[in-house]
C-alpha cells in the first residue's frame, strides 16, 4: 500500500533530536510557557517574517482568538469561504457572528476575490481568507476590498505554512494568521498545537492574554480569557522541525510538478496554481466524476487516498438552517474532489506508481 502520508516516517527523520529535546524537558521538569514554548514562538515569527507568534492550543483556538481579540460578537458577519474545512466556519459561530459563504474558484479552490464585494452589507467586519490545500490566495484584491469597506483581514493558514504570495509568507499577509499544528499539516506536531502571527503589538498581547485565563501576569486577570496554551512537549517538537520545513515544502512541490506533468489521464482534472511558490501542497487534490469509483479502483491498487471534504460545510447536520441554500462550486468540488498521496517522505518511485496506476484508470 502507498500510504497516503506516513506520520511514523515524517517524524522519525527527527527521533533523535526530538528525544533530547524530550529529555530536557524531563530533566527541567517545566511543561508549560516555558523555553521551548518562547523559542519556537521567536523562530515560527522570524520564519513567517511577522513581528510576533504566540503558540496556542490548537488551530480552531487560533481562529478563534484572533476573532476574539477583535470583540467581535453577535450581528457581525465574517467572511469566508463556501469550501472550506469546518474549523474555519465554526470559529465564526463561536464568537456569535454570523459566517458569511463566498463561493471558490473552482480551478484553485481558493475563495474567489471577484465574488467577495457582493456579500459585504453594513454589518460585515472581515474577511477570513483559506490557503486550502496549501496554496497561498492572491490577496491583492482582497486586501483593496479590505481597504474600500474598512473590513480587517484574517488568514487561515492552517494548509498552508510557507506558502508565499508575492514573496511573503503566508500569515503574515493580513492583520491575523492563525496556524494548527495537528500532526499532518506541514508543520505538524505530535498531538494538538497552534499559533497567532501578527505585527500588531496590542494584538499579540492580547491573543497572549486571553489564551492564558486573560491574565498579563500570574494571578492578574485582565480578561476573562481561556486556556489555550501549546505545551513544551508540542512547542519542541515544533522548534526541531521547523528548520526542515522548506525542504519538506520543496519536496511537497517536487512532487505535485512530477503529478502535474505526468498525470495525463483526460477523465482526472489537475489543480491550478497561480505561480510555483504559492503552493505548499498540503494536499494535491484532483477532480474526477464518478469519483468514488476512482477512489474504489486506487483502493485496489494499493494507494491510499483521502476525501477532503465529501460534505461542503452548508450541507452539514451542525449547519441545518443551511441545508436549503445552494452554493453550486462549492457543491461540484465536494463532489469530485479526491487527494492523491502527498507527503515529503514519499519515494521517487511510489510518486511514479501512482502516477502510472492513475493514468491507467479507464
Ligand atoms: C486543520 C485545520 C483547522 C483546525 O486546526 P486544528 O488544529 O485541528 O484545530 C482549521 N482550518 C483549516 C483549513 C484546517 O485545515
Not at 54 to 66: F, H, P, Q
Not at 126 to 141: D, E, N, P
Not at 194 to 222: M, P
Amino acid at each position: 500500500m502507498i500510504s497516503f502520508l506516513d506520520l511514523a516516517k515524517v517524524n522519525n527523520r527527527f527521533r533523535s533530536e526530538i528525544d533530547a529535546r524530550f529529555a530536557r524537558i524531563l530533566d527541567k521538569g517545566w511543561y508549560l510557557q516555558g523555553e521551548e514554548n518562547e523559542s519556537f514562538s521567536k523562530h515560527f515569527a522570524e520564519y513567517c517574517g511577522t513581528k510576533y507568534a504566540v503558540g496556542v492550543a490548537n488551530g480552531l483556538d487560533a481562529l478563534n482568538l484572533i476573532i476574539r481579540a477583535h470583540g467581535f460578537g453577535t450581528g457581525d458577519e465574517i467572511i469566508v469561504p463556501s469550501n472550506t474545512y469546518i474549523a474555519t466556519i465554526l470559529a465564526i459561530s463561536e464568537n456569535g457572528c454570523t459566517p458569511v459563504l463566498v463561493e471558490p474558484d473552482i480551478h484553485t479552490y481558493n475563495i474567489d476575490p471577484d465574488k467577495i464585494e457582493a456579500a459585504i452589507t453594513p454589518k460585515t467586519k472581515a474577511i477570513m481568507v483559506v490557503h486550502l490545500y496549501g496554496q497561498a490566495v492572491q490577496m491583492q484584491k482582497v486586501w483593496e476590498i479590505a481597504g474600500k469597506h474598512g473590513l480587517k483581514v484574517f488568514e487561515d493558514c492552517a494548509q498552508a505554512h510557507g506558502a508565499l504570495y508575492q514573496g511573503i509568507r503566508v500569515g503574515n499577509l493580513s492583520d491575523a494568521g492563525a496556524f494548527s499544528f495537528y500532526p499532518g499539516k506541514n508543520l505538524g506536531c505530535m498531538g494538538d498545537g497552534g499559533a497567532v502571527t501578527t505585527n500588531d503589538e496590542k494584538l499579540y498581547q492580547k491573543i497572549k492574554a486571553l489564551a492564558n485565563y486573560g491574565s498579563d501576569r500570574k494571578y492578574h486577570h485582565i480578561y476573562k480569557g481561556t486556556n489555550s496554551r501549546l505545551d513544551e512537549l508540542q512547542a519542541a517538537v515544533l522548534d526541531v522541525k521547523l528548520p526542515h520545513l522548506d525542504a519538506d515544502n520543496a519536496r511537497r512541490r517536487e512532487i505535485a510538478t512530477y503529478y502535474r506533468k505526468n498525470i495525463t489521464n483526460p477523465k482526472i482534472i489537475l489543480p491550478e496554481t497561480y505561480s510555483e511558490d504559492a503552493a505548499v501542497w498540503h494536499v494535491f487534490a484532483v477532480r474526477t466524476e464518478e469519483r468514488d469509483r476512482f477512489q474504489q479502483y486506487l483502493t485496489d491498487n494499493s494507494v491510499q487516498t483521502i476525501i477532503h471534504y465529501p460534505t461542503p460545510p452548508h450541507k452539514q447536520d451542525a449547519y441545518r438552517e443551511w441545508n436549503n441554500r445552494s452554493y453550486p462550486i462549492a457543491e461540484e468540488i465536494h463532489r469530485t474532489i479526491i487527494s492523491l498521496p502527498m507527503s515529503p517522505v514519499l519515494t521517487d518511485d511510489e510518486v511514479k506508481q501512482v502516477t502510472e496506476i492513475v493514468n491507467a484508470y479507464r
